[in-house]
């Protein structure tokens, strides 16, 4: 690799102002060759954290595709292995809480926008612009790139120009569009376009159903995603999962029996481990049914299968015990940098130990006089928006049942202003796009037209302020 760096050095002082040589070509090719050397294998649709040597590779690998695209600026692959490399990078700081992720998210965009100015029926750039800007950007931009990965796939599919990829990158072009439209709000789009993929790739209901649910949760129509989960039931009837959300529909809805059913069958189809079936129902119990809950769960935690991780363990310990919320985020914080190497980023524990964090407060209160209930709800409400705050990657099911917890509690509480998080140093934070923003004092909710509000729906917004900096706040719909 020496050889090739002072090779570069020379190239760069020499500049490419003339026509490529055939020399620079190979040497471009060269550099090429070695940046995707360096690249993790691909492991799935998000890498979620690097190991640190595999971020040192990406950095080394990125340094290397940005010399290409400047030797050759006219070379699409050099554009996109760069924003590749800038895709994984972001990841990365995002799923470690660093404040590098908006330089890499940026310089990604800027890469692929690149290589779309040479080649606008690129549609491998187009479908990594969407997906990037899906998690990263402009979620409008997202559904035009995407859609535009998907006509041109389509088209060359139909004309018999297939490379053999292009079904395979028509098919996660349409999956992420569904992701995007319900960011976007655009729910009765997102379930239509949810049936049409699931229709035309899968045989299989049970994702299709799960999705759908989703789909509903997000916009707080909690009878329509029972309804879906029943259908799991009814199809699957051995399958733990549905019946595991339904009990937890039921226990959102204050319907206390109901959960306590459902999530009684998930676990007598899923005993081991079981914790987070337990822990909800210890959460949801009745003063009548706690001691008996309370004596399960305790001796469920006092002999663990040995499956149950060291964390969970704490996790079950902290929310029946006395550990201050302080003290388990900052295990959750020890955990995840812990875990960096494997699989677990910072946002997952983060958002999962508050989300826990929230529902013991709310336990707390159950059990309060008044004035000291609604100070520990207050608390709770805190919690939940710390939780949506982390945002992990991945879809978790805990950060979708904290947006609800939270516009619950505020509307129990009668706070209809918007909770402001604060950004990372970075001006970095969940998404960019203005969905939707109720205040106290508004009688209308400023929304997309094909996206009315739903009273107690939560929505994510962007706030500038007169010094130019931007706050997201998270905020309850209180009236259409």
């Known amino acids: 690799m020496g050889t090739l760096l002072s090779g570069l050095m020379l190239f760069m002082v020499q500049g490419s102002a ?10 471009v090719d060269g550099l090429m060759e070695q940046g995707w050397t360096l690249i993790p294998a691909y492991s799935g649709e998000h890498r979620a954290s690097l190991s640190e ?17 400047e030797l050759q600026p006219n070379r699409v692959r050099a554009h996109w292995s760069l924003g590749h490399a800038n895709v994984l990078l972001a990841e990365d700081s995002r799923t470690r809480g660093l404040p590098t992720v908006n330089k890499y998210a940026t310089g990604a965009e800027a890469a692929l926008s690149h290589a779309l100015e040479i080649d606008p029926a690129d549609p491998w750039c187009s479908y990594a612009r969407g997906a990037l800007r899906v998690g990263f950007g402009s979620i409008d931009g997202a559904l035009v790139d995407l859609r535009r990965a998907d006509e041109l796939t389509s088209a060359r599919i139909s004309d018999g120009t297939d490379d053999g990829n292009q079904a395979w990158l028509r098919f996660k072009a349409r999956e992420w569009r569904s992701e995007a439209l319900m960011q976007a709000g655009q729910f009765v789009n997102a379930r239509e376009a949810l049936r049409e993929f699931h229709g035309e790739f899968s045989d299989n209901t049970f994702p299709l159903h799960v999705a759908l649910g989703e789909c509903f949760l997000r916009e707080r129509n909690f009878a329509a995603a029972d ?9 699957f009837p051995d399958d733990h999962q549905a019946y595991a959300l339904r009990g937890y529909i039921s226990g959102l809805l204050g319907d206390q029996d109901a959960a306590t059913a459902h999530l009684k069958a998930a676990l007598e189809r899923e005993p081991v ?12 119990a009745t003063d009548e049914a706690m001691p008996e809950i309370d004596a399960e769960l305790r001796e469920f935690l006092a002999y663990p299968p040995s499956s149950l991780s060291d964390w ?12 201050p919320t302080a003290a388990f985020i900052d295990a959750a914080k020890a955990e995840a940098a812990r875990r960096m190497d494997a699989s677990e980023p910072l946002d997952e524990l983060q958002c999962e130990a508050w989300f826990y964090a ?8 159950a059990a309060a006089a008044d004035d000291p209930a609604r100070e520990l709800l ?7 928006a710390q939780a949506l705050q982390a945002r992990p990657v991945a879809w978790k099911w805990e950060w979708s049942f904290a947006r609800h917890a939270y516009a619950r509690l505020a509307a129990a509480l009668g706070k209809a202003e918007a909770t402001e998080l604060p950004a990372a140093s970075d001006g970095s934070a969940p998404i960019t ?23 107690g729906q939560l929505w994510l917004g962007l706030r500038k302020h007169e010094d130019g900096s931007s706050r997201f706040v998270y905020v309850p719909v209180f009236a259409r």
């Open 18 to 27: 003339i026509a490529p040589t055939a020399e620079e070509t190979r040497f």
């Open 53 to 69: 040597r595999d971020r040192v590779r990406t950095i080394a690998a990125a340094h290397l595709f940005s010399a290409a695209s």
């Open 227 to 235: 309804e879906e989960y029943r259908a799991i039931v009814e199809l």
């Open 273 to 284: 481990p079981g914790l987070y079936l337990r822990l909800w129902l210890w959460l949801l």
């Open 312 to 323: 969970d363990r704490r996790l079950g310990a902290f929310c029946t015990g006395d550990e």
């Open 358 to 365: 929230g529902m013991r407060l709310e336990r707390d209160a």
């Open 378 to 384: 207050g608390q709770a409400m805190d919690a939940y």
């Open 433 to 455: 796009t203005i969905l939707g923003i109720h205040l106290a004092g508004q009688k209308q909710s400023t929304a997309p037209a094909d996206a009315p509000p739903v009273p």
